[in-house]
């Protein structure tokens, strides 16, 4: 049935258009498939979307140029300064969520929220990692948790960081936990995966050709030598292995050398993500340099 006026548009059952805003009152078959963006990582991959909620982290996929697709936000209460500007800003499509619908959307059923984002996927491709003198960079070995990837991606972003690396079968980088866990970084921060370490190694020796000598060091509790007597002044990889497993067989014949953080008390290692802040603070500390 088509309306008039300010309802130009057409009903669609639960969902209807006012004034070039998609107004959703109850679950229907768009609400679920935003839904499962939160909890399928294989339908995220096939819509080539996922769901990025909180202030920072929507202001900075606006900042960065990320692909919006659809601003999500309360159907019973008017934008604040800083949604209202988020809206003008992008050219997504309006959708206006009831209460409810929308705090479901966002993993906090118990609180209000006022905007979620549906933001396109990256591509998965290494060269969206800047090389040159300087690069910093971490591989993340086939991490179990997505927090422990949120967790270094925010500390990459903190000390300077050119990109992670997630290799293997692993956590997805774009679950709702490691986005969280990131507080935004994740859009500031490339972040590619790959299925194994001999693409990241081929990608390595072809920027050694064309005279960008990167460095790949593994940590481990077993190293050579403690990470402060490595040198990690020019371009360099830091390897971090699995959260239980530690560096797979082949990531350690690929590294140029293994250094281990050492560590005291009953502690019997380090959590993987406060491996990988502690082997950045290290390489910053030695190129004498503040993040």
Known sequence: MWKTGAFAGRMRGLEFWVGGVLRISRPNARFQQWEALLRNRNKRQRAGEFLVQGVRPISLAVERGWPVRALIHDAERPPSRWAAGILERTGAERVAMAPELLSRLSGK???????VAVVALPDDDLARIPVGPSTLGVVFDRPGGPGNIGTTVRSLDAFGGAGLIVTGHAADPY?????????????AVP???????????DWVRRERDA???????GTDEHGAADIAEVDLTGPVLLVIGNETAGLSAGWREGCDTMARIPIGGA???????????V??????RQRGRRP
Request: without cysteine; negative net charge; proline residues 4%.
């Open 109 to 115: 059923e118990d609180e209000a929220v006022e905007l």
């Open 279 to 284: 082997a950045l603070y290290e390489a910053v």
């Open 175 to 187: 679950d709702p936990k490691a986005v969280r866990a990131s507080t935004g970084s994740l859009l």
């Open 211 to 217: 005279g960008r000598p990167l460095t790949v060091v």
């Open 191 to 201: 972040v590619v995966r790959v299925r194994s370490h001999r693409e990241v190694l």
């Open 267 to 277: 502690a019997s290692s380090l959590n993987a993500a406060s491996a990988a802040t």
